[in-house]
């Protein structure tokens, strides 16, 4: 009978604060502008852009800075605390230098921590919580932006051995907290879809296993009831674009050592979304969908979460190419074939790793039906042409030259650089042109006709219509062949 009458009531209230809490999260969604850190703009951000804004919140009452660490080089670690709740949340990001987009979402969060908006919910997540940040814990890596720390190691495999000093800061300070959720904050490749879908995985989570069996305890339990809360506000902005990371044990990671050791660990991995190389738009997921993380946290309204949802999540799978070519005929020895062509546009970095351009690569050929890519071209009826060679010092319109099927161009090369800005390649006097051959590995530069005449060119893994004005696509860039 008490059951009867209280059932009603409890799920009236749960579906009041999933109400409250939609508001919550849509009005974060909204007002991000104002609390995004402007100076983070790219993903190549290195420990020195972030010493004022540190700077900047040692001088703030709000905020706690204490320098925890250093790096092999010498880099500070710092973590940087708030709130005046029993609870302690601990959240590190950037372990792996070249994985930055929590970094930068963290230092939005600070914005937003420090603002005046927000009153309420804030009160209610620095009553109960303490925070604590521990933004780029691997800045020798971010410098250079790698994977690895100085010392090439992975600082992810370290957790047992303990021989990095940023794996030791992170050990002494999951100690101390005693957190009772830990956010480990990571990128995953761009080629990661939702399992047997299209859809790029922007966000996966992982309730991170403690050990291999994948036991499911209460503290991985409640990990696993964050993780469904937090996929369904993503769903709001990124339908179907979440993924559910392997959740195979890893004896030597940080994440499952962490789980092991008793707090609550939820992996976020950034990765792929259309048209945002640079990430913003998930760096913005990240802000949203941590925020609301720590108001389920600090309100429990997490709790009620039935973790069987957890296992609806789809898995991460890798089956996205950045283009994708589909029955494109190809003639080899005098008879023609009907390939798909799988297309990686890889990042090459710059000097200074401060930016990067494109050499892309051929990466798969053949039936690629079971593939999806974030850019199809359905070739049903073109043929692929190969690509001419032309001797010329200037060129003032790579369109016209792309119009006659030329790519490379033969001429004096710059004193150095590998690559030019326009979709072309300028190739040295003695540059000799092979016989044209797809292979997985081959740069991808070639051209497709329709009915006898050229209407795409191909150029470094960029498919360009030619019948448009080449400022009104993207076009990557050429390489140079010395
Ligand atoms: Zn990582």
Request: aromatic residues 10%; glycine residues 6%.
């Amino acid at each position: 009978m008490m059951i009867k009458k209280l059932l009603p009531l409890a799920i009236s209230l749960l579906s009041l604060t999933i109400t409250a809490q939609d508001a919550l999260t849509s009005k974060l969604y909204e007002t991000y502008e104002k609390y995004k850190e402007p100076s983070l703009e790219k993903r190549r951000i290195k420990h020195n852009d972030l010493k004022p804004l540190i700077e900047q919140l040692k001088s703030n009452p709000k905020f706690e800075v204490q320098k925890v660490g250093e790096s092999i080089e010498g880099r500070d670690l710092n973590l940087i605390s708030i709130g005046f709740g029993s609870e302690n949340i601990f959240l590190w990001s950037q372990m792996h230098g070249d994985e930055p987009t929590a970094t930068q979402a963290i230092f939005d969060i600070f914005h937003f921590l420090d603002s005046p908006d927000f009153k309420e919910e804030k009160e209610v997540i620095l009553s109960k919580l303490k925070l604590h940040f521990l933004p780029m814990l691997n800045p020798d890596g971010a410098e250079v932006f790698q994977r690895r720390n100085a010392l090439g190691v992975d600082i992810n495999r370290d957790a047992l051995r303990l021989q990095s000093p940023e794996g030791q800061t992170l050990k002494r300070l999951r100690d101390s907290l005693d957190a009772s959720f830990g956010f480990n904050l990571h990128d995953q490749s761009r080629y990661y879809n939702a399992e047997r879908t299209e859809k790029p995985a922007t966000i996966s989570y992982l309730a991170t296993a403690f050990n291999y069996e994948k036991d499911i305890n209460d503290v991985r339990a409640k990990a696993m009831k964050v993780i469904v809360f937090m996929n369904k506000i993503i769903q709001n902005y990124a339908p179907g674009q979440v993924g559910r990371y392997s959740d195979d044990f890893e004896p030597r990671a940080f994440g499952d050592n962490i789980a092991k050791w008793g707090t609550s660990l939820i992996l976020i991995e950034s990765g792929g979304y259309p048209d945002d190389r640079e990430k913003q738009e998930i760096r913005k997921l990240n802000y949203v969908s941590i925020l609301s993380a720590l108001y389920t946290i600090a309100t429990k309204s997490y709790e009620n979460i039935p973790t069987e949802d957890y296992e609806k999540i789809p898995k991460n799978d890798r089956m996205l190419f950045d283009l994708k070519i589909t029955n494109a005929t190809y003639g080899l020895l005098g008879k023609d074939y009907i390939l798909d062509l799988g297309i990686m546009q890889y990042e090459i970095d710059k000097k200074g790793h401060n930016d990067f351009y494109y050499r892309s690569s051929v990466s798969d050929q053949g039936d690629l039906s079971t593939y999806y890519a974030y850019e199809t071209f359905d070739a049903t009826g073109y043929k692929i042409i190969p690509p001419k060679v032309v001797s010329m010092e200037t060129v003032s319109s790579p369109l016209e030259l792309l119009h006659q099927g030329i790519a490379y161009v033969k001429g004096k090369l710059p004193e150095e650089g590998a690559y030019v800005e326009m979709p072309l390649f300028k190739v040295s006097e003695t540059f000799e042109l092979g016989d044209f051959n797809l292979q997985p590995g081959v740069n991808p530069t070639f051209f497709l006709e329709k009915n006898g005449k050229l209407t795409h060119a191909v150029i470094n893994g960029f498919l360009i219509d030619l019948n448009k004005p080449l400022e009104n696509q993207e076009t990557g860039n050429g390489l140079i062949y010395r």
